[in-house]
């Protein structure tokens, strides 16, 4: 297995749409696993593809205290079941060191594929449903940042400049 290098905010690969998947064979499995390898060293709940610079729609999730419980999803769709919202402190590998407050739909459910190409439904709440909704961001482009004021993501991006300027 291998660790591989997560991408920060505000590299533009962050913001590519990733393709669906259409393969699934060794290769795909080998990602995955270097993927959850990558989430519980950094370590965080979830990864998705964009975040080590691979543009396809595939994220890992392990929301369980003892890491032994890693969840793949391979094209996730969500629907939204309810108008209820509700706020979630988000961090991010690719904006390390900060969180701020998302509002989001409450009820979801999401179709996807595991790692074998086979379907399932599951309709998650409260940790879950925050984290299936903040990795498909990742696939479309998007990032928690851009759910909070513009002068607060400006401070975030100067700051995480700065620090990777210092790291080069
Ligand atoms: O590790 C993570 N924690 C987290 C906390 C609240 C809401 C979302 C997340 S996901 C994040 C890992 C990550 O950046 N996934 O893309
Ligand atoms: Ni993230």
Known sequence: MALLNILEFPDPRLRKVAKPVTVFDAALKKLSED?????YDAPGIGL???QVNVHKRLVVI???ENHNDPLVFINPKITTLSDDEREWEE???SVPGYQE???RPKDIRVNALDINGDPFEIEPDELLAVCIQHELDHL????FVD???SIKRLRIRKKLEK???KRA
Do not use: F
């Open 35 to 39: 993927m959850i390898e990558t989430m």
């Open 48 to 50: 998705a593809a964009t």
């Open 62 to 64: 392990d929301i369980s």
């Open 91 to 93: 961090g991010c590998l």
């Open 101 to 103: 407050a998302v509002i």
């Open 140 to 143: 479309d482009g998007k990032l």
């Open 147 to 149: 759910y909070i004021s």
């Open 163 to 165: 620090s990777h300027k």
